[in-house]
């Protein structure tokens, strides 16, 4: 039985780029352009799954009741905790801290900011939410409208990337993901398309 799964960063939040984590900004109007763009008329989907933070959510609940399909809200898709970093922009990290940024690239399992969710909790969360969605809605469509982190922590999990290499995968705003999984085993169909593909 074939599961189809679509990860859909959400678009530009209120506040532009930052080490945004679990600070719940709502989307810019350039973020809400960017996911409807991206989604135009497709509607390959059976369900939606979002985060619950609203630069996801709300984006979720909007398509969801335009398209008369069942939204779920899971806290585990929640972005990783950033710790000291929450809502601070690259420039104001590298400005305090120069070689802080290139250092957490180099080695996001041990390089990381101080109070920030450990790698390995953040990965073990969203397999778990994962696996739950795989199991619950086997052989559908699903659209996962989630954050970076997300996207690569599920990219790691589906694929047995290294957590050490997960941030080697650019995420887009608003980009979108498929995977593709026939019992255990994973295939990446395409990824940081800028409009949905049937």
């Not at 290139?102 to 969360?125: I, Q, S, T, Y």
């Amino acid at each position: 039985m074939t599961t189809t799964l679509d990860l859909m960063r959400h678009g530009e939040p209120v506040g532009g780029r930052r080490y945004r984590g679990q600070v719940d900004d709502p989307l810019s109007e350039k973020g809400w352009a960017q996911m409807h763009a991206a989604v135009g008329d497709a509607v390959p989907w059976t369900r939606i799954v979002a985060s619950p933070l609203l630069r996801c959510r709300a984006f979720a609940e909007t398509l969801a009741g335009r398209h008369g399909l069942p939204l779920a809200v899971d806290e585990r898709l929640k972005e990783v905790g950033f710790g000291e970093w929450e809502g601070r922009s690259a420039a104001e990290i590298e400005q305090e801290a120069p070689g802080t940024l290139a250092r957490f690239k180099a080695d996001p399992v041990n390089a990381r900011p101080a109070g920030a969710e450990p790698l390995a909790d953040f990965h073990a969360r969203v397999a778990a939410a994962l696996g739950d969605l795989l199991a619950q809605y086997a052989g559908q469509h699903v659209l996962l409208v989630g954050h970076a982190g997300v996207i690569r922590m599920a990219l790691a999990w589906a694929l047995h990337i290294p957590l050490e290499h997960a941030y080697r995968i650019e995420v887009a705003s608003a980009g979108l993901t498929r995977l593709r999984f026939d019992g255990e085993h994973a295939s990446l169909i395409f990824h940081g398309s800028s409009r949905i593909a049937w």
